[in-house]
């Protein structure tokens, strides 16, 4: 059986492995969708941006191509951040 690795959100579509985390990086997990089970590299976020949330640009929201989806840390779940809706 093959372990099961999640992608990591902005990866490049060419990329040949877009589920490898790299090391000295944090990642919080994608819950809900359109994004759902993917990782986001927060590394470069600054403490308020980590406990605001993220608009992230999606083509699979109720949107379409360039349409964002909303995220915000979780109450409850350290480490995940819960979608909250879409928007232009």
Known sequence: MTEHRPQIYGSDHNNPD????HPGHEYVELHGRPLDG?????TGLTAEERTTGALLITNHGAHGPGGRTDYEPSTGAPGRWNWLGDVP
């Open 18 to 21: 877009p589920y490898t985390t």
């Open 38 to 42: 993917q990782l986001l590299d927060v």
